[in-house]
């Protein structure tokens, strides 16, 4: 069965300061791997993708993400935060399009000034 | 592009009523839909797969005789919470599957059963 972990429930940064939000993804094919952000009681927004090729993938507001099979990992990186990206944040990992997604129990970003 | 909207975004109830929550794609037709289940503070549990034309496909655990799903067009899934209890009172989210492999999500509805 498929799974995902992200062992930080919470995590509080500096503003400035650098961001990593762990994943590890167990799923018995080629994942395809995903994060979303979720600010109070709105839908998801995707911030990034890895479906093949290079395994460190690009998002938006700045965000990036390394893909590392032999980790079953897909870590969430950011060099610099800003006060906005506090938020609620999620892995998820899933098959095909006509796949729904399992997500993990989401990290609560803080970001103190 | 690839815009996803439920409607309502809010709904309040009593117990024993039913309440319909509709997703549509908006720019882009999906033959798959899928919706979620969001406890507060919580993730999201997939709840089931809706395929335009043919039956939903329910995660273990979900009663599809309490949560019917229809799926009549390539732009429209239905979810209908049946005689509703407090206990189904969360954040339901769907998502619809684009050409790309990916799932654009609707912003959400908030059920609230009193």
């Known amino acids: 069965a498929q799974s995902v972990t992200q062992p930080d429930i919470h995590i509080t940064v500096s503003e400035g300061a650098s961001l990593e939000l762990r994943c590890n993804y167990s799923?018995?094919?080629?994942?395809?791997l995903f994060w979303y952000v979720q600010s109070p009681g709105q839908g998801l927004q995707l911030l990034l993708k890895y479906f093949s090729g290079d395994t460190l993938v690009q998002g938006i507001k700045g965000f990036e993400a390394e893909f590392k099979r032999s980790q079953s990992s897909f870590n969430l990186r950011k060099p610099s935060v800003h006060w906005s990206d506090a938020a609620e944040y999620f892995c998820?990992?899933?098959?095909?399009?006509?796949?729904?997604?399992?997500f993990g129990k989401g990290t609560h970003l803080i970001i103190q000034p | 592009g690839a815009v996803v909207s439920q409607h309502p975004s809010r709904v309040i109830c009593k117990s024993g009523t039913s309440v319909k929550i509709e997703c549509r794609s908006l720019d882009f037709q999906a033959t798959t839909m899928f919706w979620y289940r969001q406890f507060p503070k919580q993730s999201l549990m997939l709840m089931a797969t809706?395929?335009?034309?043919?039956?939903?496909?329910?995660e273990q655990g979900v009663e599809k005789d309490k949560f019917l799903i229809n799926h009549a067009s390539l732009t429209l899934s239905t979810l209908t919470v049946t005689s509703a209890h407090p206990e189904d009172s969360s954040f339901y989210i769907c998502?619809?599957?684009?050409?790309?492999?990916?799932?654009?999500f609707g912003p959400g509805t908030r059920l609230t059963v009193t």
């Open positions: 809706s395929n335009e034309g043919s039956k939903a496909t329910y």
């Open positions: 799923y018995g094919a080629t994942p395809y």
């Open positions: 998820a990992v899933g098959g095909r399009g006509a796949d729904g997604l399992t």
């Open positions: 998502s619809a599957a684009g050409l790309q492999d990916e799932q654009y």
